[in-house]
Each structure stands twice: as C-alpha cells, then as structure tokens.
C-alpha cells in the first residue's frame, strides 16, 4: 500500500472512494479503545455510581453527537479537512484558529492513548510473565507503541481505514469477553473512597455530563472532515452522511464509555483506573487485555496522529504531511511522559477536556453557522490559497482573516474560559453559575450570538469561482442524484 500523498488539498472526484459504511466503521473501530474507554472511568472517579455514571455518560454524549455529527456536512462538500475549510468563514489565514484548535485536541487524546494503552500493556505483561514495571520499561512501552502510531499515521487514510474495519469486530470481540471476565466483581455502587467530587450530586452530575460525555463528540470537532473529505457527493448524499455519522460517534463512543464504567465498578478504580483494571482481570482475560491495550491504541492514536499532521501541514504549508506527522509524534510522545511522571491522572484529563472543549465550541457553532448561511456552497480553489502561498480569492476578506468571525470566536471562547470549572483552574464568572460549570453552554452561545450580530448583513452566499459546488437544497438534502 502506498503512502498517502495528499496534505489538506483538496481531493480529487476520482479518489472519494468511501461511503457511509467506511465512516461508521473509522469511527466505531478507532474508538473501542483504552483511550476512549477510561472516560468510562471519569464518572466513577467523581464518586458517582452506576445510574449516576450511565445517565450523565449518555446524556453528554447524545447532546455532543446533536452538536458535531453536522459538521461531517462541510468536508463533504469542500473535499479539504475542516479547519481548512473553516476558511470560508474566518478567512484563509484566519481558518489557523481551526487548525490550532484541531492540533491541541488530537494532541491531547493522542497522549492519553498512548498513556493509559501503555500503562495496561505493562501492568498486563508485569502479571502474565514478571516484567520489571519501573521508569525505564514504562518509557520503552511508551516509545514503541508510538512508533506503531506512526506508522500508521504516515501510511494515511486508507491503511487507517482497513485498521479500523478490523478493529471494529476484534475490539467488540475483546469487549464482550471483558463483561464476562469482570462480571464477578461487579457492584452498582462507587468506591467507598470516592466522595462526590464537587461536594454533592448535581454539580458531579453535570460536570461527568461534560468530561466523560461530552467531551466525546467534541474532540471530533475537526476530525470529522478528515473522513467525509473521501467521500463523494455525487454517490452519497448530505443525509446519509450525517446518519452514518452520528451512528458512529454514538456507537464508538458510547459502547467503550460504558464498558469502562462498567470495570471501573467492578475493579473498585477510584483514583486510578489502569493498575485495578489489571490487577482485579481474570487470569484467563489478560492475553486478550494486552491486545486490547496494544492495538486498539494504536488505532486511535494513529488516526488522532494522522489529523495532527494534516492540522501542522495547514499550519505550515511548505512542510510534508509526514514530516508534520513525525513532528507532532514527537511533541504527543513528550506529553506521554509528563503524564504518567508528573501529572495526577485524573486532574490533568479533567482539566484538558474542559478547557479545550470550552475553546473548541464556539469555533464548530460558528463553522455549522457559516455552512448553514452558505448553503453548502464553496469556493474549492479560493480555500487552498494559503497552501499555494498565494493572495486574494472569496476568502481574502482583510489580508486573509475575517475579523468578524474571529472576534466571534474569542469572545466565545474567553466566555467558556471564565466560567469552567476545573481540578486545575476556576474561572471567574463560575459564582453567576452557583459553582456549576456551564463553560460548553455559555462558550456556545455567546460565540454564536456574536458571530450572528457582528455579521448581520453580510451576503448569505459568498461569491464562487465557475465550477465551484452548487448550493444544498437544505442541510440533510442529497445533494446530487445517487450515480446508478
């Protein structure tokens, strides 16, 4: 299979491939991993039990899905990933809020993968043969799972594809032999260790809503573009993209959240979730969890790396997409080891999913807001001015930003920051909210609100180039006739 050579170009007709199913199944198989499952974990660690946990879990996760799955909508039309197609509304220099936005998120769930997969792999292989579990193995479990990584990042989208349709029926395999190997020590109520987080339920409610559920969908806020971006208009249409979608996110996140729940109960985990995981599994299941450890990080990572890359690549046109994949393996390994050496495991994933979701929220609402304006009409060639190191097109706006759309966004995301609540860090604004962190609702809605009122007159459609895409009828409306 050869290595991928497309960056944030657009794709050509010829080369859109997948379909629905491909989509269901990247986002199901990528996501039945340990990085995804120990979110399942979170609720528990805020001392709240199994209704508690599940109710919170799926509550989030179904809002977040309602939010994210219709941003699968704009790569589909624009053939380029979606921080590089944000620039139809916060400029061509100005979609570099989406590109950050989108580095910080994979970055962060990157490490985590790799931190919590190599933490099980080397608790599992202490159990089944005696390795030594000091700093030095832990650091070469580290390296070596994020030298797979990388291999799979580089190679690009297809390899991950065909990674993921495997894991999508090996990882559910995995998973259910995982319920039966922990459904002796199963117990509905939270470690007796483990008080309420914020001091009582509603407020640990909310705030597991947000971490574990949540956050989910969320960090998908510019991955999703990497996928629809190989899929054709012409074959599939805008609905049945957004079906497969949010039956996707769903699924791969929810079926992992709840199985993490699930052992965390049954292992007691309350301030640490991978040592009882392994110490409490079965005999007969830690074959199968070392499996699970490896290659399901792997998958993840590799799929969080590969957006990483086409996130630096928009960042800096003139590098390679796999010399900026290799570079931001490089910084992803780093935070790996500042995890697991230096941070409290709970409190650094606590605080980087709020933070980043409350920054990454206006930037999608704004996004959906603008495609919806648009109708699903893009200037193809005008999104990839910058990565021609060229000037001028549909969307120059002022030397490249769109200053509106970018205020926009700061105001949202300084409005999230001020009122999130975090192990780490409190804004400011959280006594108006009784102490209940609301940072997702209120980054949300002042981004939105500005972005409406500060671009009140604006043309709805902006000016395309001759055979650019036609507008959508409606958001979910096919856009083209199925080819037969």
Not at 5 to 23: F, H, K, M, N, W
Not at 171 to 183: E, S
Not at 324 to 329: E, G, K, P, R, S
Not at 380 to 390: G, W, Y
């Amino acid at each position: 299979m050869p290595i991928e050579q497309r960056g944030v170009d657009a794709i050509p007709e010829a080369e859109r491939t997948s379909g629905p199913r491909d989509l269901i199944a990247i986002l199901l198989g990528s996501n039945l991993c340990l990085g995804v499952i120990v979110f399942g974990w979170l609720p528990v660690s805020f001392g709240l039990g199994l209704w508690p946990a599940v109710t919170s879990v799926v509550a989030g996760t179904v809002v977040g899905v309602l939010v994210t799955a219709p941003l699968a909508l704009v790569s589909l039309r624009t053939g380029t990933n979606l921080s590089t197609s944000s620039g139809a509304f916060f400029g061509v220099r100005g979609r570099l809020v989406g590109s950050v936005v989108g580095l910080l998120l994979s970055l962060g769930y990157t490490a985590l993968t790799l931190w919590i997969g190599g933490d099980v792999m080397l608790g599992t292989l202490a159990r089944l043969f005696g390795v030594p579990t000091g700093p030095g193995a832990h650091v070469l479990v580290y390296v070596l799972l994020a030298g797979c990584t990388v291999v799979a990042a580089v190679y690009g989208y297809q390899l991950l594809l065909r990674v993921s349709r495997a894991l999508a029926l090996g990882m559910t395999l995995l998973l259910v032999l995982g319920v039966v190997a922990y459904a002796g020590d199963f117990t509905a109520a939270p470690p007796p260790d483990t008080p309420y987080l914020l001091g009582s339920f509603w407020p640990t409610w909310l705030l597991s809503a947000v971490a574990a559920g949540l956050s989910g969908p969320v960090a998908f806020i510019t991955l999703l573009g990497d996928y629809t971006r190989y899929v054709s208009p012409l074959r599939h249409s805008g609905r049945s993209v957004w079906r497969a979608t949010c039956v996707g996110l769903f699924l791969g996140l929810l079926v992992p959240q709840l199985f993490g729940t699930f052992t965390a109960l049954a292992a007691r985990a309350g301030l640490d979730y991978a040592g009882p995981l392994v110490a409490t599994a079965a005999p007969w299941y830690l074959l199968p969890l070392l499996v699970a450890a490896s290659a399901g990080s792997v998958g993840n990572a590799g799929l969080m790396l590969y957006s990483m890359g086409l996130d630096l690549d928009a960042i800096v046109p003139r590098a390679t997409r796999a010399t900026a994949t290799l570079v931001v393996a490089a910084v992803a390994t780093a935070f790996v080891f500042l995890g697991h050496f230096a941070w409290d495991a709970r409190s650094a994933m606590t605080s980087f999913v709020l933070l980043l979701t409350a920054i990454g929220t206006p930037w999608a609402v704004i996004t959906l807001m603008g495609h919806l304006r648009c109708g699903g009409a893009y200037d193809a060639e005008a999104l990839q001015v910058l990565n021609r190191r060229a000037r001028g097109g549909a969307y120059w706006f002022r030397a490249g930003w769109h200053p509106r759309a970018t205020a926009a966004w700061a105001l949202g995301a300084t409005t999230g920051l001020a009122s999130v609540s975090t192990p780490l860090y409190e804004g400011p604004l959280l006594p108006m909210t009784l102490g209940v962190d609301c940072s997702f609702i209120l980054s949300g809605l002042m981004g939105g609100i500005a972005y409406a009122a500060l671009t009140l007159g604006e043309p709805r459609v902006p000016a395309t180039a001759s055979g650019a895409a036609e507008p959508e009828r409606s958001l979910f409306e096919p856009s083209a006739r199925p080819l037969r």
